[in-house]
């Protein structure tokens, strides 16, 4: 992973580029921000070289907010078990631009559906086509967010043959595609080294 110092990415107060979770996650932090910032040693302001390792990573929310606000912070490694979750993180970083897009055509379509009943019939073509399990990497995020931005509540949850199966979320008119989250985000991870394994592995790893 590069040091910070050699990027054209600052990541400084001076700097805050809006980032936040993409995605809403059961068990997120956001809530607790302050309290966490509080908590944190004063020597991470003092040091000058930190790595911040997040081994659940979940939607991000300390993580976008450790990123943005600690400038002493050099390096990055997130993790979590979900493969979904960090591939989604891996192609906000690497291929933003083709996932907006994708998701911009999937907002337009899902606007232009004027009935309940068409809404739900869309999101179980889309929650079908998802559990193939053959999509590119870039499908894959679109339709996981999509998934996320509509179905009931918001949870991730699969049945014991690892098949998403939220019902559908009847919200009139949600948010697909947050376009200035999605690039500032994908600027905050470009130094970010992005693992899906057991936490302990990744402690193990960044030991
Ligand atoms: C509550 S979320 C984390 C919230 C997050 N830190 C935040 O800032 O909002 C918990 C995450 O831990 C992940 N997880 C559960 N068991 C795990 C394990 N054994 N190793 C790594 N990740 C795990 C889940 O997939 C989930 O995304």
Redesign the pocket.
Known sequence: MKDRKNTGIQYSQATRLGAK?FIK??????QLLSSIEKSLPKAVYGCSDITYV??????????FRILENVSTIKKAVI????PD?TNAYRTVKDNVSELIALLKNIQKAYQLLNSEGSRKEYYLKMRERYNTKSLDNIENTALFVFLNRTCFNCP?RVNSKGLFNVPFGKYTNPTICDENTLLADSKLLQEVEILT????Q?LNDCA
């Not at 394994?197 to 302990?200: I, L, M, P, R, T």
Request: charge should be negative; avoid cysteine; glycine fraction near 22%.
């Open positions: 979770p996650w059961v068990g997120g932090k956001g997040d081994p659940f990573v979940g939607g991000g929310a300390v993580l993790n979590d078990i979900n979750l991730y394994s057991d936490f302990e990744t």
